[in-house]
Every structure is written in structure tokens, then in C-alpha cells.
């Protein structure tokens, strides 16, 4: 859905969504995977940068990214991974097509702290959402479970910084990682 789509919504409250991962970043989400043998974790990786390609062809989808705060702060891998993970986010923060905006932390529990998804908006189609989980991904385009997401993804932006001040935030992580 990610190749067709000409807007993404996602909502992220544990890690980086896929998309903005840096090649070590997802290396070491993926070797946390009980069992995965090392040849898996290549492959794996290997398509989620692939995956990426789609923010740099000739008209990209816009993005519209929201992570929960800890995620800035939340140790993967070791301090330099995340430096340059938070190096990546202030990068791709420069993207006309990327808007991320940081979920505060002193909300506590919000609605969405059951699990990430990401809205696609199709062309023509109506809209789909990949819901994650920790067995495996399940994506559905029905119209009570997307509008279901909608109102939770509408609930957590409204409360998520704007974009300056979560740019700011992310450059504090940044530097914090240093």
C-alpha cells in the first residue's frame, strides 16, 4: 500500500517507523526477534530500505509522521545508533513531503500506546490501515476499523506538538545522544 499511496499517517509509539529507519536502527529492532537467524535480519533490512525508496522518486507521498517522545529516547542498538537515527529524523524533517510531530511524554497513556498503524490514502480507493502488532502486521480497508483509526490518529496529532517545537525536541535527542 505504501507504493501506491499518495499520503501516509503514521502514528508510532515505541520506535521509528519503518520509513525513516537508518540502516543500523532497524538492524537492531530486527536481532531483538527471538530467533531470527542473521541472514533474516539482512534480508529484512535490506527491503525496509527499499521501502524508503518511495520518499525520493519523483513525487513522493506526503508523510505525516507523529512518534511518541520516548522514541527520541529510547535506546536501540547504542547511543552513536540512535545519534544518527535522531540525525536521520531532523533530516528528513527538512522534507517539504515530511511532517514529524512528537507525541509530549507528560501526556502519560494516551489512545494510542496499544500499538502503531500507518493510514494509506490510495488514488481512487478508499483508505487502508496497517495495524502492527507483536506476531505480525494486519491491514484492512474496513470502513468501521478506518474510521476507528482516524478518530485515534485525529486524537493523538491534536494533542502532539507542532512541527517547530517538535523539530526542537528532536535536535535536544539529538544532542543528548552525542
Do not use: C
Not at 501506491?4 to 526477534?33: C, M
Not at 491491514?139 to 485525529?154: F, G, K, L, Q, S
Not at 528532536?170 to 544532542?175: G, L, Q
Amino acid at each position: 500500500m505504501e507504493q501506491e499511496a499518495h499520503t501516509l499517517h503514521t502514528w508510532q509509539p515505541l520506535i521509528v517507523p519503518g520509513l525513516l529507519q537508518t540502516e543500523d536502527y532497524a538492524r537492531a529492532i530486527l536481532r531483538g526477534k527471538a530467533g531470527i537467524r542473521e541472514h533474516e535480519v539482512e534480508a529484512y533490512v535490506r527491503a525496509r530500505m527499499e521501502r524508503q525508496a518511495i520518499l525520493v522518486r519523483d513525487v513522493p507521498p506526503m508523510l505525516w509522521v507523529v512518534l511518541d517522545e520516548e522514541v527520541l529516547h529510547r535506546l536501540v542498538g547504542d547511543a552513536e545508533i540512535m545519534r544518527r537515527q535522531v540525525e536521520r529524523l531532523l533530516s528528513a524533517a527538512t522534507s517539504p513531503r515530511i511532517a514529524i510531530q512528537i507525541l509530549p511524554r507528560a501526556l502519560g497513556v494516551t489512545t494510542g500506546v496499544l500499538g502503531g498503524f500507518v493510514i494509506a490514502q490510495l488514488p481512487g480507493s478508499p483508505d487502508t490501515v496497517y495495524l502492527e502488532s507483536a506476531l505480525n502486521g494486519h491491514v484492512t480497508n474496513r470502513p468501521e476499523d478506518v474510521e476507528a483509526i482516524h478518530a485515534t490518529y485525529d486524537t493523538i496529532r491534536v494533542q502532539a506538538h507542532p512541527q517547530h517545537v517538535s523539530t526542537e525536541l528532536i535536535r535536544e535527542a539529538e544532542k543528548a545522544w552525542t
